[in-house]
């Protein structure tokens, strides 16, 4: 009967796996289309060939400070990528269906993309799917990946951190099906798919296999919602069946958060629906230093945008030149590994670590009294060391 079900679930993971598994299948790496520009040269600078062409969209709040700092870390460290620089905001009246075609034929064309946060209006305005949604489907950009890492030298309650969250973000809550079926009553929808549940299953244990991890936990609310998040608890008790040697659990998402804050050392890959994903990432990066330290990623079968872990747009410190821009310089630097660029991704994350470890430059948010330029000056200071190798 095992051998029965394990045979049935692998023949109808083949067509799924078959749509995302090229982006496992590189160093978290470049797409396959890019694979012609790239050249590598023998020694420990190993550089590409020619320049690489990213989408770049700042979005609100401190965004556009943040990619500041990285064209200026970028232009300080030689790094061979030229922006094509997209402004989508709500907020700002620079969102339209025109603007938001020219963001997805740049992001066809390049593959890769490096995003601030698009902050979503509360109002109803005619239309429930924001343009932060409308991106992330046109591009089916389905599995969300958060490292959640302790920084070497910061101490916070917990140190020494190290779990992967792994969020699908194409269904689930974020459905934009609302409507209200008699005044006062209101009807929203959640989709959960057999499809789509089972594809970011596969994607977290092909994930922790990659990274040789040992266990994945999935986070869910099945006593209740037990049809809807019982088919994706299903979908990935299915799924981990054909991965004996990864230990599977499963965790109530209340008592997932309870235990994020008592004892996250018992955590390796979460993987888990929409909601809880969003609820969840920001939670564990205030574990380690908050929004302003954890990068993030989002994938689909061809793209790859790089964006912070924790979605916060922090609109408050706009023009103060307070934002801590570490999680943004981070997240460029798994950029470049993406893209191939090891040599200079090394530069990048290792000067910012190696600022952080110092403690001697610190943003607010880390306790300190830097601004965000003082922060980035000293990372263009901190890359010589590596960049005379």
């Known amino acids: 009967m095992a051998a029965a079900v394990r045979t049935a679930v692998l023949a109808a993971s083949k067509g799924i796996y ?39 969209i700042p979005g609100d709040g401190v965004g556009p400070e943040l990619m500041t700092a990285v064209k200026e870390v970028f232009k300080a460290g030689d790094v061979p990528v030229e922006f094509e620089e997209f402004h989508l905001s709500e907020v700002q009246n620079m969102a339209s269906d025109e603007k938001l075609e020219e963001v997805l034929s740049s992001m066809k064309k390049n ?63 974020y459905s934009s ?22 594809r970011i299953a596969k994607f ?89 330290v954890v990068p993030g990623e989002s994938y689909s079968a061809e793209y790859a945008v790089f964006e912070t872990g924790a979605r916060h747009p922090f609109a408050q410190a706009v023009g103060r030149n307070i934002a801590n821009p570490t999680a943004m310089l981070l997240s460029s630097a798994n950029m470049l590994r993406h893209l191939n660029l090891e040599y200079h991704s090394s530069l990048i994350s290792e000067a910012v670590r190696r600022v952080i470890k110092s403690g001697k430059v610190r943003t607010r948010d880390m306790g300190g009294y830097c601004t965000t330029s003082d922060l980035v000056k000293s990372v263009i200071d901190n890359l010589h060391p590596l960049h005379q190798r």
């Open 18 to 56: 078959a749509q995302w598994a090229p982006v496992l299948r590189r160093p978290f790496c470049v797409s396959a289309s890019l694979q012609h520009q790239i050249t590598s040269n023998q020694g420990d600078a190993a550089r590409a060939d020619g320049v690489f062409k990213v989408t770049m």
């Open 111 to 173: 593959r890769v993309a490096l995003k601030g946060k698009i902050y979503t209006p509360m109002e109803y305005k005619g239309e429930l799917a924001s343009f932060e949604m409308r991106l992330r489907r046109k591009l089916d950009l389905f599995a969300n990946v958060v490292h959640v890492n302790s920084l070497p030298g910061y101490k916070t309650r917990h140190n020494n951190l190290d779990l992967v969250i792994i969020r699908e973000q194409t269904e689930g809550e």
């Open 204 to 292: 977290a244990f092909d994930y922790a296999t990659k990274k040789s991890r040992s266990k994945v936990t999935a986070v869910h609310k099945a006593n209740i919602m037990k049809l809807g998040d019982g088919l994706f608890l299903q979908s990935c008790q299915e799924v981990a069946q054909l991965y004996p040697k990864i230990k599977y659990e499963t965790m109530i998402i209340d008592n997932c958060c309870m235990q994020l804050v008592q004892n996250p050392y018992q955590f390796d890959v979460l993987v888990m629906p929409n909601l809880y994903g969003n609820i969840i990432d920001n939670l564990a990066a205030g574990l380690v230093g908050g929004a302003g």
């Open 177 to 198: 099906l609302e409507h209200e079926s008699v005044t006062g009553v209101i009807e929203c929808l959640k989709i959960i798919t057999r499809e789509k549940s089972r």
